[in-house]
């Protein structure tokens, strides 16, 4: 199969900008790999609630339940944060179209650049080397328990539930991730006080006897929190909860140098979505000046997702070969910095004009 249909749904702040370089890309790919995208494109988020009042119109879902990836820019925009009262958010637009889509594993991959391992305020030889993968469930937990707020605003609450359901298919996702790395597997939790989280531990532990050649261990998630910025080399791949991985992966970002790097795969049974682990950061919004990296990784993630490992290689080593080369956004190079597009173009460049011969097409 060489035609993919793509929804593209840019979103808020530096989305649109992010994501361009993205689709820029995948024309480039497209050429030099005889493939087919056809784009589509559908508004989510603040832009969405603006134009519809709702933060996930109808026709938007529609375009990502027709399509065959969804590649997803950044949602939220400060006129909501600082309206408690808002009934309606941007975020609930990403909430809802996880929750539509299935998606119920989020895989979150860090590793460090050599080039830029001074980029992260943590000693270099603490974390030179680190390769992570996140597995963070994403449509359960206390995001989409009941919540309610009593009507003067001086109670309320939200509900963290699991199932067996929710928790064994992404368990056996990241027990094959293990098996096809390390071969070590932490879940991530809080088994002393929760009992949800006891509930993890019974069925990783269950699903542990499935896989004997992978070793598994629990964490406090508030152990976690500093054993990975201490020794992040400890880890291989992680599980934990929706509230959890949220937290912990935004501060797994620091690792790298700069969460403008961090892509993410959404991955359900029939659908799937990538998108950065950064927010939409409205302070650089039409400034030229976001690092289209975690977009463009996201990417990357699709193209193996569509099977396309070549391309997605391909796609890797053009960003590394950008990263190496300096050839970087502000937020990793103040004193010489490259533009959203230029740093896109280059990639665009390298991707099409590069050595062929050595991937052989
Ligand atoms: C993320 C984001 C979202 C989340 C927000 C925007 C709802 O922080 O993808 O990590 O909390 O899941
Ligand atoms: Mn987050």
Redesign the pocket.
């Known amino acids: 199969n060489n035609y993919f249909k793509i929804a593209v749904l840019p979103g808020d702040g530096i989305g649109p900008e992010v994501v361009n370089e993205s689709v820029k890309i995948l024309d480039a790919i497209a050429e030099v790999f005889h493939y087919k995208f056809q784009f589509a494109y559908g508004i989510v988020g603040a832009e969405a609630i603006f134009q519809t009042g709702n933060p996930l119109p109808e026709e938007t879902l529609k375009i990502c339940k027709d399509s065959d990836a969804v590649l997803f820019g950044a ?2 925009d400060p006129s909501f944060d600082n309206n408690p009262d808002a009934k309606v958010r941007p ?1 609930q637009g ?2 809802k179209l996880r929750k539509e889509l299935g998606l119920f594993a ?1 895989i979150r991959p860090l590793k460090t650049y050599p080039s830029l391992i001074g980029k992260s305020p943590l000693k270099q030889e603490i974390i030179d080397g680190t390769d992570i993968q996140i597995f963070r469930e ?1 449509v359960s937990g206390i ?1 989409f328990g009941e919540k309610f707020t009593e009507e003067h605003g001086n109670y309320a609450y939200d509900i963290c539930k699991y199932s067996r359901e929710d928790i064994l298919p992404i368990v056996h996702m990241a027990f094959r991730e293990a098996q096809k790395r390390k071969k070590k597997l932490t879940l991530i939790d809080k088994a002393n006080v929760l009992d949800t989280s006891r509930l993890w531990r019974k069925i990783c532990r269950e699903t542990a006897n499935e896989y004997p050649d992978v070793e598994l261990d629990f964490m406090f998630v508030d152990n976690a929190a500093m054993q990975l910025i201490l020794n992040p080399k400890q880890f291989d791949v992680i599980v934990t909860e ?1 509230m959890f991985g ?1 937290i912990i ?2 501060e797994a970002s620091v690792i790298g140098g700069s969460i403008g790097l961090l892509p ?1 795969a959404s991955i359900g049974d029939e659908n799937a979505l990538f ?1 950065p ?1 950064h ?1 939409s950061y409205p302070q650089a919004k039409g400034k030229g000046i976001a690092n289209p990296v975690a977009s463009i990784l996201s990417t990357a993630m699709m193209l193996d997702y569509l099977k396309l490992e070549l391309a997605a290689a391909k796609l890797r080593a053009s960003v590394e070969y950008a990263i190496e080369n300096k050839y970087v956004t502000v937020d990793l190079n103040d004193k010489q910095p490259y533009s959203t597009s230029e740093v896109g173009d280059f990639i665009v460049d390298y991707i099409k004009f590069s050595e062929k011969s050595y991937y052989n097409f």
């Open positions: 949602i939220g975020e990403l909430l989020n994403l995001y929706n949220d992966s935004d993410s998108e682990i927010g």
